[in-house]
């Protein structure tokens, strides 16, 4: 059983800045890329940002600039650095992992529960 849990989500206000950070924990083997993805009310989920095992990083074009990915794999986490955040930003965060429990193992992919990011004006 492996989990992700995601934590930092709150309240702020346009111009703020915001960390989030996610801990995978349980039976891991080894972890792939890791992503965070956003839903907002009546929207599809999308892509915030990606980053793989090797660090490199790609984001949504509605984030690329003002969000950083980072992850630290000897931890198992993932973080997400925003700034200037826009009321547009307001949403749910969820974060993502490909992730093998075993040995040649299959490559499950792995959700959070989600964190709330509300921005306001």
């Known amino acids: 059983q492996v989990q992700l849990v995601e934590s930092g989500g709150g309240l702020v206000h346009l111009g703020e800045s915001l960390r989030l950070s996610c801990q995978a924990s349980?039976?891991?083997?080894?972890?792939?890329?890791m992503s965070w993805y956003r839903q907002a009310p009546g929207k599809q989920r999308e892509l915030v940002a990606h980053i793989t095992r090797g660090g490199i990083t790609r984001y949504g074009d509605s984030t690329k600039g003002r969000f950083t990915i980072s992850r630290d794999n000897a931890q198992n986490t993932v973080s997400l650095q925003m700034s200037s955040l826009k009321p547009e930003d307001t949403a749910v965060y969820y974060c993502?992992?490909?992730?093998?429990?075993?040995?040649?193992?299959?490559?499950?992919?792995?959700w959070g529960q989600g964190t709330q990011v509300t921005v306001s004006s």
């Open positions: 993502n992992a490909e992730i093998v429990m075993a040995y040649a193992g299959p490559v499950d992919d792995v």
């Open positions: 349980g039976s891991i083997y080894n972890i792939f890329a």
